[in-house]
């Protein structure tokens, strides 16, 4: 069982920043393929971005190509969503996301293994 444990969400303009950090309890951490999902009040979870276990691939939706971006660092059993050039529209809930084996584990709500609780990301016009 695989607890990931979001952090980094908040109120933020547009136009600003937010850093978001995901920690993970696995010690094998290094083996799974992370993501980020996001949310909105009654609508489906949405892919925002995705890492092979190694950090070599990434992937993203391209509603948030060139603007966010996802790194790792398996020493720490963390991964980061970077996100610059905040919209309004980016308003979401955002999940993390694990899966073992290929980072397309982490692309589609129903492969993923393993899902953190969610943080708030709010930004304001």
């Known amino acids: 069982q695989v607890q990931l444990v979001e952090s980094g969400g908040g109120l933020v303009q547009a136009g600003g920043s937010l850093r978001l950090s995901c920690a993970a309890s696995e010690r094998a951490f290094s083996i799974y393929s992370m993501g980020w999902f996001r949310q909105a009040p009654g609508k489906e979870r949405e892919f925002v971005a995705a890492?092979?276990?190694?950090?070599?691939?990434?992937y993203y939706a391209d509603s948030v190509k060139g603007r966010f971006t996802i790194s790792r660092d398996n020493a720490k059993n963390t991964v980061y969503l970077q996100m610059n050039s905040l919209k309004p529209e980016d308003t979401d809930v955002y999940y993390c996301a694990a899966g073992k084996n290929t980072l397309v584990m982490v692309t589609a709500t129903h492969r993923v293994g393993y899902w953190g609780q969610g943080t708030q990301v709010t930004v304001s016009s």
């Open positions: 890492i092979s276990a190694s950090g070599g691939s990434t």
